[in-house]
């Protein structure tokens, strides 16, 4: 699954770009939109952004401008501008932060698609590439169970640790803690599974050692702690979207490489070193008492100050019941935009994981599903109401009433206007 963001500030273009991307089925798609390159940085901050289709010139901020934005917190992301401009300033200027294409908004949408399959395919070049050059990961199980066993360190004591073992961490900056369990590792013959810990360790130098110094151990069994400081002296502005990313990166390739699913527990805040004992406590009863399952990503609350106040639910949801948790919320929120990265964070999933389990149950693409679901809604109010069709087409979650048009003579054969009339005639 790769997130798609369109950017631009003529609407117009925006939706229809948006229209045609949320019902692609030549690649899984999770599509985001915005009208300004302001407002794009608020997604930036909240999500792993792989794909941005970009106006190379709008009020405010230019595309040029935003690509710089866009490269700082998601390295990987791939850039398409989409331009009604022509100067050789411009062009060049895109073709100097290494953008995927240039293209003029009169080519159509079937050129912006081909830049999209080639932008996916150099984010699946530039990912095999790291993963074959991970190196520099740090295996410190000794300094692990000294951080994690001693209560209250103080400050000497632990700068001291740090000097003797030569640790790549400050003592004195906070660091992103999480803990890792895989879920489908039993029944695997201790060889399988030390092949396992081994692609993990890779994969995690791969995909986190680029911004962050890293220490990863297996603590207990199955139990994988990861202790996380940006690799920059003074960078502290990674938040815990970016650290969502790279997870989300990990648990794609175990699945690729090994069909291997993998769970995260992540605190939502840096935490300093000397509180760490108490912390993985917390997170171990969490652990214990909840359990596992699936592919999920839960993220914890620095302030709670106990297990019941960690906002997560208190026993993994399982796949049937994630099902219906997203079936349920779509129903109820048809009128709002919806994606698979917002109904995988419902029940702590992964987004290809939930896009994965959807389609296994139910024999139905996820975003297929949406679609259908919009149409029966607006073939309900289309024969049970007096509404307009522009509302109607509002009131399901469609922004243009032409792509409604289409959306739905695609699905019934005929137009909204079309099956009113044929409903109204046979109940007459």
């Not at 700082?72 to 294409?101: H, M, R």
């Not at 895989?182 to 791969?206: D, H, M």
């Not at 990503?297 to 906002?311: E, G």
């Not at 349920?328 to 990265?341: C, D, R, V, W």
């Amino acid at each position: 699954m790769y997130r798609l963001l369109i950017v631009d500030d003529e609407p117009d273009i925006v939706n229809g770009l948006y229209n045609y991307f949320f019902n692609y089925d030549n690649l899984e798609l999770d599509v985001f939109k915005s009208y300004s390159a302001y407002e794009v940085l608020n997604i930036l901050n909240s999500e792993k952004i792989d794909i941005v289709i970009s106006d190379i010139c709008m009020p405010g901020m230019d595309g040029l401008t935003l690509v710089k934005h866009v490269r700082k917190n998601w390295p990987y992301c791939q850039v398409i501008f989409l331009s009604g401009y022509t100067e050789f300033e411009y062009i060049y200027g895109a073709n100097q932060l290494d953008a995927v294409n240039y293209i003029l908004k009169t080519e159509g949408y079937e050129r912006v698609a081909e830049s999209v399959h080639k932008a996916v395919e150099n984010i699946k070049d530039a990912i095999k590439l790291s993963r074959i050059n991970a190196s520099g990961l740090e295996f410190r199980h000794e300094f692990v169970s000294f951080i994690l066993e001693t209560q209250d360190v103080e400050r000497e004591e632990l700068k001291q640790v740090f000097d003797n073992m030569n640790i790549g961490l400050d003592p004195d900056r906070p660091v992103f803690f999480m803990v890792g369990c895989f879920t489908n590792i039993n029944g695997k013959s201790p060889k399988e599974q030390t092949k396992v810990y081994s692609v993990l360790n890779r994969l995690s130098g791969a995909h986190i050692l680029p911004y962050f110094n890293l220490i990863v151990d297996e603590y207990e069994k199955n139990i994988h702690i990861f202790i996380m400081q940006p690799a920059g002296a003074k960078d502290d502005s990674y938040n815990i979207a970016r650290i969502k990313g790279l997870v989300e990166l990990i648990q794609n390739s175990l699945a690729d490489e090994l069909g291997s699913n993998m769970s995260f527990f992540i605190y939502d805040k840096p935490l300093p070193i000397n509180g760490l004992s108490r912390r993985y406590r917390e997170l171990r009863r969490l652990i214990s008492g909840r359990g596992v399952s699936g592919v999920e990503i839960v993220i914890i609350r620095s302030d709670a100050s106990q297990t019941t106040n960690y906002n997560v639910h208190m026993h993994p949801i399982d796949e049937t019941r994630a099902i219906a948790i997203v079936k349920e919320y779509i129903a109820n929120n048809l009128e709002s935009e919806l994606s698979l990265t917002q109904l995988a964070n419902l029940v702590y999933f992964n987004p290809s994981y939930l896009s994965r389990i959807f389609k296994n149950f139910t024999g139905v693409n996820l975003i297929h599903y949406i679609t259908d679901m919009r149409i029966a809604k607006a073939k309900e109010l289309l024969a049970n109401s007096n509404m307009k069709i522009n509302s109607i087409a509002a009131a399901v979650g469609f922004d243009s009433q032409s792509y409604f048009n289409q959306a739905f003579r695609k699905s019934t054969g005929m137009s909204p206007s079309e099956y009113r009339i044929s409903y109204t005639s046979k109940n007459i």
